[in-house]
């Protein structure tokens, strides 16, 4: 039901090595422009950003494990302008034309950039009724975690959290919700929950069970307890 | 025909599999491809690059934490509602419009991930380190947060509890680390630069003065 991305938990990965504090930001040049590809190619408007976690999230199993981090991106961003029509297969495969394209005006200048990226995308939308769980009720997320539209489709419901109880810390009010949104089936907002769940109520052998794990998670992935 | 037969080791199913297999090269044939065609514009790109390698990082972050410590107005109403509070100071925008900080206490010490992509407060923080994207980081930090920290040589207090924050929306958390010890009079500049990238993540302490 869930996918490589939904990693939260999982054994096996070993230590982690935090780097340097003087570490450049961009471990490669490509990383770099990795990124900037990404970025402005994402400014055409034609996708959300939604659309584009589900992109990186949909990579085959291998892919995903294979890839790193910004081949991930890159990658991701070539199904999705192909997804979405704004190059074709032949472009990819170096067989398209390079005459301008109908999406060309829309491309991000760079006087634009820092107005744009400072712009960003606000995911609230304004409240319509009153939300369903107050600050400290007990709540249990949906099991298995899985898209209710979509099969296979984008969650932000981690596996390790499904059918485990917790406790509603607050309402960040309503948000777009993921699994419409990427989906193209529209923001359908509703209202986001910061959630409390003990350590002990997520994993067999918690590390101290006092311990608590902090979740956002919309209505929809949430029942009284 | 032709994917099949030069790149049999990705997925077929996958249009980027069109694209020549090693990364640089990747990257390079889709700047290229988007650029002739008008859609991306070079001189942007560069720009895009220049603000998250010189004008937006940790150092924002840590002028907000240096505030807080200095400022007990200031401190509350960052706590009670941090993204306007950190948007009057300019720190707004992309993978950033909602920000919560969590405060690091005699109590409680926070720490943050995101166990499904690598969600992180871009305005704050700038880019995340190698590390906060990696999939150990990601697997392990909601399990044995404390196994992780010891990875990064810190150890808790005994009876301290441990939140981990897994920003699994599009809300993005600033994590304010303890004030050191011996730090009293000192101005928000020489604070801000006691407070560490990893300090504002929760896999970090803030620096002593002196050390």
């Known amino acids: 039901m869930t996918r490589v991305h939904d990693m939260g938990g999982r ?182 929950y910061t959630v409390v769940f003990a350590a002990a109520e997520l994993w067999a052998q918690p590390e101290r069970p006092g311990d608590e794990v902090m979740l956002d998670l919309w209505q929809s992935y949430l029942e009284p307890a | 025909m032709l994917r099949g037969m030069a790149h049999d080791h990705h997925d077929h199913d996958h249009a980027h599999a069109l694209l020549p297999p090693d990364p640089a090269l990747r990257v390079r044939a889709l700047e290229t491809l988007l650029s002739r065609k008008g859609l991306i514009d070079p001189a942007a790109l560069d720009e895009i690059i220049d603000t998250y390698q010189n004008r937006i990082g940790p150092k924002n972050g840590a002028q907000v934490v240096a505030r807080a410590w200095a400022d007990p107005e200031f401190r509350a109403a960052l706590l009670a509602d941090a993204t306007p509070v950190v948007a009057d100071l300019g720190f707004f925008g992309r993978q950033g419009e909602h920000i919560v900080a969590v405060e690091n206490t005699e109590e409680v010490h926070n720490m943050v991930v995101c166990t499904l992509c690598s969600c992180y407060p871009w305005p704050l923080l700038g880019i995340p380190p190698a590390w906060y994207k990696s999939d150990a980081y990601r697997a392990r930090a909601v399990r044995e947060p404390r196994a992780v920290l010891a990875d990064f040589g810190v150890t808790l207090p005994e009876g301290v509890k441990l939140r981990v924050w897994d920003s699994t929306a599009e809300v993005r958390y600033l994590v304010i680390p303890r004030r050191p010890a011996g730090t009293e009079g000192m101005s928000v500049d020489d604070l801000a630069r006691l407070v560490t990238r990893d300090s504002m993540i929760g896999t970090g302490l803030a620096r002593e003065p002196g050390a």
């Not at chain 1, 584009?52 to 790193?68: G, I, K, V």
């Not at chain 1, 995911?123 to 009724?129: C, F, K, L, Q």
């Open chain 1, 11 to 192: 054994f096996g990965d070993g230590r982690i090595d935090p780097g340097h504090p003087e570490d450049p930001i961009y471990a490669q040049d490509w990383h770099a422009r990795a990124l900037a590809v990404t970025l402005a190619a994402g400014a055409l408007g034609q996708w959300n950003i939604d659309m584009s976690r589900h992109a990186r999230e949909r990579l085959s199993p291998r892919d995903y494990t294979d890839f790193s981090y910004y081949e991930k991106w890159i990658s991701a961003l070539a199904d999705l302008l192909v997804d979405t029509g704004v190059l074709s297969a032949d472009d990819l495969a170096g067989q398209g034309d390079d005459t301008r394209h109908p999406l060309a005006e829309r491309a991000l200048k760079a006087e634009d950039v820092a107005a744009v990226l400072a712009r960003g995308g606000p995911a609230d939308r304004p409240m319509t009724g009153m939300p369903a769980f107050a600050p400290g009720q007990r709540v249990r997320c949906l099991r298995p975690a899985a898209n209710r539209a979509v099969d296979g489709g984008h969650t932000r419901l981690p596996a390790y959290a499904a059918g485990a109880e917790g406790q509603i810390l607050r309402c960040h009010g309503a948000h777009v919700f993921p699994d419409s949104n990427a989906h193209g089936l529209g923001e359908a907002p509703e209202p986001l």
